[in-house]
């Protein structure tokens, strides 16, 4: 008989499988240090997991969940900045080892400079991030911090990885300059929102392979307002979903995230929104791998 584990994903309808079966392995990272206004990401991870036991496994094109998803334990993420990214490299590294898919939700942008740590030191670097966002995140530091939310896209390209923006529509003049200085492709939400775009081309000489990184904020607040920056002008619902099986269907998916989920306490459409959305991504990989 199946007993419900409450901190799997999905718990309530599959069993943890070994981690050596199961393609998505969902990295948990509760980190919250640098936001700078609403917070509660921390939380983002549990309430993501608790909420997907009321998901079902079939998400109306197919069940992701027969590619197997393993839930891993959560980051440790105490301890100064640049510790939090080590742990978080090394269980991404841990992940590529078995030749299996991270998937992060988090917690605050900036760690997905962990997880593509991760691949870098496990020699994989033939790859381009893609960022649906709310913010471009290309300043050198903010309020301090190196690795604050707001910087995490100006590591990735200081690493040399390339980079092309979705639905921004909150930025500086220095993360302008960076976008010239790093030649970063971009589709603002001005460019995207009111036409309703649902597809779009990547560049030419973009890299085969792709980790997309999702902000819940580059969606709109009237879709996802549990979030610690919202900005008006989002994406919806659908147009998310969109863009990223665009991308999926021109370019190899290798990992994702998802991130910047803040629970609003009696607000479970939200908890389960997100739940949703990370399940309906692992569909999409699902039925546009190659």
């Not at 904020?217 to 610690?228: C, E, L």
Request: with cysteine.
């Amino acid at each position: 008989m199946h007993t419900e584990d409450p901190n799997i994903f999905l718990g309530s309808e599959i069993e943890q499988p070994k981690p050596e079966e199961a393609l998505f392995h969902i990295l948990p990272i509760p980190y919250e240090e640098t936001v700078s206004y609403g917070g509660g990401t921390g939380k983002g991870p549990a309430a993501i997991i608790e909420a997907s036991h009321q998901l079902e496994t079939f998400d109306n094109f197919s069940s992701p969940c027969e590619l197997g998803i393993y839930t891993r334990e959560a980051v440790d993420v105490s301890g100064p900045a640049e510790q939090v990214m080590e742990n978080i490299a090394s269980a991404t590294r841990e992940i590529l080892a078995m030749g299996k898919m991270p998937v992060g939700i988090g917690g605050e942008h900036s760690v997905t400079w962990g997880i593509i740590k991760g691949y870098l030191d496990a020699g994989i670097t033939d790859f381009g991030v893609v960022q649906i966002d709310a913010h471009a995140d290309l300043r050198d530091r903010y309020e301090g911090h190196k690795h604050s939310h707001a910087s995490v896209m100006r590591l990735v390209c200081e690493a040399g990885i390339p980079l092309f923006q979705l639905g921004i529509r909150a930025y500086c003049e220095e993360e302008m300059e960076a976008r010239k200085q790093y030649n970063v492709g971009y589709l603002d939400a001005h460019q995207l929102v009111p036409t309703q775009v649902q597809s779009f081309e990547l560049p030419e000489n973009f890299p085969s392979k792709v980790f997309f990184t999702l902000d819940i904020d580059g969606m709109d607040p009237s879709v996802f307002p549990s979030t610690g920056t919202p900005v008006p002008g989002g994406l919806g619902w659908y147009q998310t979903l969109n863009l990223f099986e665009s991308v999926a269907k021109q370019r190899e998916i290798i990992g994702f995230d998802l991130l910047e989920f803040a629970p609003i306490e009696g607000f479970h459409a939200y908890e389960f929104g997100a739940a949703h959305l990370l399940y309906k991504l692992m569909g999409i990989v699902q039925r546009n791998q190659r």
